[in-house]
Each structure stands twice: as C-alpha cells, then as structure tokens.
C-alpha cells in the first residue's frame, strides 16, 4: 500500500476543475509502489474541503 499526496497551487480550498491535481498524485502513489493502474482493485477517496 502507498499513497501521495500533492499540493498543486491552483486554489487554497478547491482543485483544479480538469483533475490534473489527483492524476498526478495517483501517478506518483502508483509508481512509488511499483504498480499499474490494474493492480488496483478499490480506493478509499477522502476529503474535507468543501465548496
């Protein structure tokens, strides 16, 4: 199990509307695990910003 964890600056509270944000930490959690996108069978997505 891995995770990452990204801070792209686009807004102090809300990401960024394309997702670049997440995809990029998935990406990086991905590749620091050794694993492909198939590999993964469930992902717990959690979050406390609100709008």
């Known amino acids: ?3 990452d964890a990204i ?9 960024r509307p394309d997702g670049a ?6 990406g990086q959690a991905l590749r ?3 694993l ?3 590999d ?3 992902v717990n997505v ?3 910003l609100r709008p």
């Open 46 to 48: 959690h979050s406390d």
């Open 36 to 38: 492909g996108p198939d």
């Open 7 to 15: 801070g792209d600056a686009y807004h102090l509270t809300a990401s």
């Open 40 to 42: 993964i069978d469930y």
């Open 1 to 3: 199990m891995d995770f």
């Open 21 to 26: 944000g997440a995809v990029i930490a998935m």
């Open 32 to 34: 620091a695990a050794g």
